[in-house]
Nanobody
Framework: QVQLVESGGGLVQPGGSLRLSCTAS????????MYWYRQAPGKERELVAV????????NYADSVKGRFTISRDNAKNTMYLQMNSLKLEDTAVYLC?????????WGQGTQVTVSS
């Protein structure tokens, strides 16, 4: 059974930090490119960051570049998103996504709320 389980969300003040995790099971994690998306109420789902299957390359949305860092540990079947200097507009549900050709999986998401 394929599962992607996000964790690490919560309430944080502007300027604060959070580290999200996405733990995978039921498929060969190390063969998949991995993505973090986010979706705020009333807005479309937005790509935040992507990392290659071996972790050797990554890309970020302009809105998070320099503040967020995506990483993965294939030995632990886990992907991370380190979020620093959080802003009010970072408030959203953050979802992880696995993609390999025609195969694609989504997690349920974890809520991140940035509020003073």
């Amino acid at each position: 059974q394929v599962q992607l389980v996000e964790s690490g969300g919560g309430l944080v003040q502007p300027g604060g930090s959070l580290r999200l995790s996405c733990t995978a099971s039921g498929f060969t994690f190390s063969s998949y490119s991995m993505y973090w998306y986010r979706q705020a109420p009333g807005k479309e789902r937005e790509l935040v960051a992507v990392i290659s299957s071996d972790g050797g390359s990554s890309n970020y949305a302009d809105s998070v570049k320099g503040r967020f860092t995506i990483s993965r540990d294939n030995a632990k079947n886990t992907m991370y998103l380190q979020m620093n200097s959080l802003k009010l507009e970072d408030t959203a549900v953050y979802l992880c996504h696995a993609l390999r050709g025609f195969y694609k999986y989504w997690g349920q998401g974890t809520q991140v709320t940035v509020s003073s």
